[in-house]
């Protein structure tokens, strides 16, 4: 069995979650972490016990011995960590949104063709068990043909207009935070819709606080979408086809119950139970793909990441 050494760039929060998911893959050493700052690095390698530590990610992506990096840097870092990283050739597992608009994300995939390296958006939603039943139930017609999706994502942010959430120097709003999880979603059922309707209510620092969108399709189907930083929403997610429903229980982007009503008969209830939080399972379809020799991942391709990322540079506007 090949172990694969990972490198993580922005030891922050979502960081620290998802270098304890790695410790539930076997196949996964926790090798080197990158830091601004000497003290954090050294700080997360003995939470972590991560062998080496650096005090820029310039010298974490030239640390010899490195199979992939996972950045977990506020959004506006995206860019520049991940091409340092691919011009290395080295395998990038970047957080989401994969970058600040299309244009970055751009630069990201070019640099991964230029370099024959690996590059997948770390959108762990799409590797969790339940993401793939929904698909499964889709693909089989268990709920007829497509009409509509409706999700939403809200929770009451502090404010703090130095953090990554309200500064838009960072990339903040509600939208590229957790927005991107419903749009997300629609464009895994229904593809890249025709027509985008959107409103925000625009906050003190001038980022989207709370964000309504509407997806029209082609062939009538409709996306209702919802991402607020001011309060509490269900967190929920329906597909409605002419067939039948699927809801993505609460909080859906990391459900542990589905469930499935057709138009006739009686509702199927699943449960899903497995250890961690949820992120291995993006991190172990990163090394598998690898291992096979891909240089980006058939669940959540590079094309996929960019046509998610204009679809949210097609709402902003
Ligand atoms: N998949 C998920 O469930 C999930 C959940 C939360 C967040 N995320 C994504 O993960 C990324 C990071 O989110 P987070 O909540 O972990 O962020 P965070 O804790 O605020 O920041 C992560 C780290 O980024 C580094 N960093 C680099 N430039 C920075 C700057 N200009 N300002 C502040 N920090 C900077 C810092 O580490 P050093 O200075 O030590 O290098 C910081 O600790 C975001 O893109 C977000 O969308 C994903």
Known sequence: MKIFNWGIIG???????????????????LYAVGSRSADRAAEFAREYKVPHHFDSY?????????????????????????????????????????????????????????????LMEALWTRFLPPTLQVLEWIETGAIGQLQAVKADFGFPAPFDPAGRLFDPALGGGALLDIGIYPVFLTLLCLGTPQ???????????????????????????????????????????????????????????HTRQLTLTPAEGDPLVMHYDYPGLGYQFEAAEAMRCIEAGLKESPLMPVRFSLDLMAVLDRTKR
């Not at 270098?19 to 050493?29: E, F, I, K, S, W």
């Not at 409103?199 to 989207?208: L, M, N, Q």
């Open 195 to 253: 027509r985008i309707e959107a409103a925000s209510a625009i906050g003190r620092t001038g980022v989207d606080e709370d964000t309504g969108m509407v997806f029209q399709y082609k062939n009538g189907a409709m996306a209702h979408l919802h991402a607020s930083l001011r309060y509490h929403t269900a967190i929920e997610a329906f597909i409605y086809g002419d067939k039948g429903t699927i809801q993505m229980h609460s909080r859906w982007h």
């Open 58 to 118: 310039e010298a974490l992506a030239n640390c010899p011995g490195l199979d992939l990096v996972y950045i977990a840097t506020p959004h506006s870092g995206h860019c520049e960590a991940a091409v340092l990283c691919l011009e290395r050739g080295l395998a990038v597992l970047c957080e989401k949104p994969l970058a600040l608009n299309l244009v970055e994300a751009q630069r990201m995939a070019a640099a991964a063709l230029r370099n024959d390296a690996f």
């Open 11 to 29: 030891p922050g929060r979502i960081a620290r979650k998802f270098a304890a998911d790695l410790t539930l893959l076997p196949n996964a050493r």
